[in-house]
């Protein structure tokens, strides 16, 4: 059973480029969250989708967009680069239950120069 | 109110020694509370999580204590192991909150041999 899987795993880009980052939750699982980790820090939330939509989101400003695909699986889109958003990506999912775990992926490490 | 603050910030045991991790939140609407461990290059794994309804949770080696009048919790590890050795996160979230986690900084534990 295949857990919360990210790609890619590592990514360089320039300032002022864009970025697409990928994720497919663990089976079973419907909700898919995103979280922002710079270094030495604690994840931050970004924003979570369910059923196609957006339904909760961090303060993160609105170059950061995602999306659901009907098959849970969901991207994360940063436009207009900026060196602050080098960070590790993390996507977490979570079954319909109320209140249950979140499972991470093994994130997305983002470099931009 | 969204805040959670954790300490130390890194911490050194010796092999067998306990290790205590602890966090304070501010939001008292906050009514759960998960521990999660990330080795380097890894996302967070779920540890062991409580519910304010008890003081007090034990898992194997790992026990989270609770205390909601001083909105404080804490993590100890018991008869720590080099294995242990990862950075630890206490997180927070709320009912109706969906599953959104506001994490602490993070606490590099080092367990020496």
């Known amino acids: 059973d295949a857990g919360v899987t990210q790609s890619p795993t590592h990514l360089i880009k320039t300032r002022g480029q864009q970025v697409t980052l990928r994720c497919s939750p663990k089976s079973g699982h419907d909700t898919v969250s995103w979280y922002q980790q710079a270094l030495g820090q604690g994840p931050q939330f970004i924003f979570q989708y369910y059923e196609e939509e957006e339904r909760q989101r961090g303060n993160f400003p609105d170059r950061f967009s995602g999306h659901q695909f009907p098959n849970y699986s969901s991207e994360l889109n940063v436009n207009a680069l900026l060196l602050g958003d080098s960070a590790l990506y993390l996507c977490a999912s979570s079954p319909p239950s109320y209140n249950s775990p979140l499972h991470f992926g093994n994130g997305t490490r983002l470099t931009v120069t | 109110q969204q805040q959670v603050k954790q300490s130390p910030q890194s911490l050194i045991v010796q092999k067998g020694g306990i290790s205590i991790i602890n966090c304070a939140y501010e939001?008292?609407?906050?009514?759960?509370f998960p521990w999660y461990q990330q080795f380097p290059g890894k996302g967070p794994a779920l540890l062991i999580a409580i519910r304010p309804d008890v003081s007090e949770k034990k898992e194997g080696r790992f026990t989270i204590s609770f205390n909601k009048s001083a909105k404080q919790f804490s993590l100890h590890i018991m008869d720590s192991q080099p294995g242990d050795s990862a950075t630890y996160f206490c997180a927070a979230s709320r009912s109706g909150g969906y599953n959104k986690l506001i994490f602490g900084a993070g606490t590099r534990l080092a367990v020496h041999p």
């Open positions: 939001n008292t609407a906050f009514d759960y």
